[in-house]
């Protein structure tokens, strides 16, 4: 099997004179066993036609966010779904300005903001153009949002300057799409993530919750889907879009949360229990709205049940990772949870902390098992779920 066999990749073409290597890097991709389809910019379509590039990648080249046709054919949104990676060569400077800058002024800026496929940037300028401030940072902000960045090459440039701008060759970005895929450790595995918080019922209006977003939940499904499992997320209340490649099943109470993993964990390889779930539930949800009286209110609270010790005793239990989340004695209280649990690691997540953890988008966390402590330093969520899966493969698959 090829390296890019079934992976369908997007193609943005931008305004660089080496758009003219666009057609090359859609065959250098079909050599890799990729279907492609390529999004056109006005600045790209200066440079090479549309023509060349549909006969080359035999699908109709999608260059305008605006016709009617083409949207109800196949629109933005669509285009960003299809997409298992997204590749922008070249990327001229005014693109990097504008997806830096979070822009829907077109076609392509829309299929990226609209996507959760991974995003690969190969830019090609004139040397003083990319050596200037303005694109170096934005290319430095489009790293940190996990955007990958295929260097350009040093050279003689197509307006007689020498020096860095120069696009990277076809053959080395295509091998460089190929290995966003090249990680098939889960290939044929079975996850299962709980993530985002529980909601409790006090009465029709209110409830007790927590703080969660689910960004490190879906930062680890992420990892997984990348890393080619068949990942299945049951989702509390989550702040962010979950992926359109997992068998998402919500549940919005703990005992929902439990009803929903014990249907579902059967023949699972991997259970990762991220979600904040609440250990009480109201003993007596009131059918009516709690009218306010002058006087103090006692609200009775039962324990819910432990949704990772459960599984954790099943008979077939499949590895089962846990987070710690805690405020003060931090290993000692996680080394427990480990312990008393009964499941094979446990990530510990300091939720004191304001610059990380609850709501933010970066992390830092303590990798547990009991033989060994691993730190892994403060970083995006994205790198941290990344890490955590690599550990998970290296120490228990
Ligand atoms: N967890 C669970 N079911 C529960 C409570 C927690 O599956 N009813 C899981 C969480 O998803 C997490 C781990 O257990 O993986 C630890 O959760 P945490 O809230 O840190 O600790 P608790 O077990 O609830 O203990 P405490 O609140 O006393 O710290």
Redesign the pocket.
């Known amino acids: 099997m090829k390296r890019l066999t079934n992976k369908r990749i997007l193609l943005g073409v931008s305004g660089s004179i080496a758009a003219y290597k666009a057609p090359d890097i859609v065959r250098r991709l079909q050599d890799l066993g990729a279907e492609v389809r390529v999004v056109l910019t006005q600045g790209g379509a200066k440079f090479i036609t549309e023509l060349s590039l549909q006969a080359t990648s035999k699908n109709k080249v999608h260059d305008n966010l605006w016709d009617k046709e083409a949207e109800l054919a196949m629109g933005h949104i669509e285009l960003a779904k299809w997409a298992d990676a997204i590749l922008v060569a070249p990327a001229s400077a005014n693109t990097l300005a504008n997806l830096s800058a979070g822009k829907a002024s077109d076609l392509l800026s829309n299929v990226v903001l609209a996507s959760d496929a991974p995003v690969l940037i190969a830019p090609a300028m004139n040397q003083k153009m990319y050596g200037s401030l303005a694109v170096k940072d934005n290319l430095s902000i489009l790293q940190e949002r996990n955007i990958k960045f295929i260097s350009p090459e040093y050279g003689e440039q197509a307006c007689g300057d020498i020096g860095e701008g120069r696009l990277a060759d076809p053959g080395e970005i295509a091998k460089q799409v190929s290995e966003i895929f090249s990680s098939t450790k889960l290939t044929g595995k079975k996850v299962l993530i709980?993530l985002g918080a529980t909601i409790e019922a006090i009465d029709p209006v209110r409830y007790l919750s927590n703080h969660s977003s689910g960004k490190m939940g879906m930062a680890l499904a992420r990892a997984c889907i990348e890393a080619g499992a068949q990942v299945t997320l049951i989702h509390g209340d989550v702040s962010i879009p979950l992926s359109n490649k997992s068998n998402n099943i919500s549940a919005n109470s703990?005992s929902e949360m439990h009803q929903a993993v014990m249907e579902n964990i059967g023949n699972q390889d991997v259970f990762i229990?991220?979600?904040?779930?609440s250990?009480y539930r109201v003993k007596n949800i009131e059918k009516n709205k709690i009218k306010k009286e002058n006087k103090t209110l006692t609200l009775e609270l039962i324990p819910?049940?432990?949704?990772?010790a459960d599984v954790c005793k099943l008979n077939h239990k499949p590895i089962c990772i846990?987070?710690?989340?805690?405020t003060q004695n931090l290993i000692e209280?996680a080394q427990n949870?480990l312990k008393n649990?009964g499941c094979d690691a446990i990530i510990l997540n300091d939720v004191s902390r304001a610059d990380f953890g609850f709501k933010m988008n970066d992390n830092e966390v303590v990798f547990l098992t009991q033989k060994s402590s691993l730190k892994i330093q403060k970083n995006s969520k994205q790198k941290i779920g990344r890490k955590i899966v690599e550990i998970i493969i290296e120490k228990f698959l």
């Open positions: 709980t703990a229990a991220c979600a904040a779930v250990d819910n049940k432990d949704i990772l846990g987070f710690a989340a805690e209280n949870k649990k």
